[in-house]
T-cell receptor
Framework: LAKTTQPISMDSYEGQEVNITCSHN???????ITWYQQFPSQGPRFIIQ???TKVTNEVASLFIPADRKSSTLSLPRVSLSDTAVYYC??????????FGKGTRLHILP | DGGITQSPKYLFRKEGQNVTLSCEQN?????MYWYRQDPGQGLRLIYY???????QKGDIAEGYSVSREKKESFPLTVTSAQKNPTAFYLC??????????????FGPGTRLTVT
């Protein structure tokens, strides 16, 4: 069964850059890769979306290699409020919507 | 104020009873989704609908049913056939068309407890 793989958890310190990678080796050829942030007892919130190469917005960057079998979410200069669970979302070649199991990011002072 | 509303936020039911969770959106989105989230777990897709009067099963549709009679509404019924219904249920919508998944907007969720 096609799936995505992310690290279960990561720790970092305030002010550091954090990179979270998601592998998705059965991704559909014509769909986007999307990342979400979720705080406890809330719905996930959209962070960034891309198809290939690099995308940047006001909160993050997304790096996607040419084969699109992985993607890396980059959070610059994290703060305590970035402590959350981060999910990647893709559509695989069977047209199934696949949410990763999430990476629990803990930011330390 | 546009967005997705889910009600109620907390719901308690006795085992053996069917229960319907509400999801409404005023974003004029074509696609709507239902996910289930268990403690410490990711999101699993229950059902999704890309257009009114049409919906597709996700990975864990057994014991659930949906309807899509209006573009704005996508209620989920948790039936007594669902073996472990206690979970956090999330509804989402997107402007996705032709099977492509665009940015999904999520509601605040409903926490269902069945005893």
């Amino acid at each position: 069964l096609a799936k995505t793989t992310q690290p279960i958890s990561m720790d970092s310190y305030e002010g550091q850059e954090v990179n979270i990678t998601c592998s998705h080796n059965n991704i559909a050829t014509n769909d986007y890769i999307t990342w979400y942030q979720q705080f406890p007892s809330q719905g996930p919130r959209f962070i960034i979306q891309g198809y290939k190469t690099k995308v940047t917005n006001e909160v993050a960057s997304l790096f996607i290699p040419a084969d699109r079998k992985s993607s890396t979410l980059s959070l610059p200069r994290v703060s305590l409020s970035d402590t959350a669970v981060y999910y990647c979302l893709v559509v695989n070649r069977d047209d199934k919507i696949i949410f990763g199991k999430g990476t629990r990011l803990h930011i330390l002072p | 104020d546009g967005g997705i509303t889910q009600s109620p936020k907390y719901l308690f039911r006795k085992e053996g009873q069917n229960v319907t969770l509400s999801c409404e959106q005023n974003l004029n989105h074509d696609a709507m989704y239902w996910y289930r989230q268990d403690p410490g777990q990711g999101l699993r897709l229950i059902y999704y609908s890309q257009i009114v009067n049409d919906f597709q099963k996700g990975d864990i549709a057994e014991g659930y049913s949906v309807s899509r009679e209006k573009k704005e509404s996508f209620p989920l019924t948790v039936t007594s056939a669902q073996k472990n219904p206690t979970a956090f249920y999330l509804c989402a919508s997107s402007s996705g068309t032709s099977g492509r998944v665009y940015e999904q907007y999520f509601g605040p969720g409903t926490r269902l407890t069945v005893t």
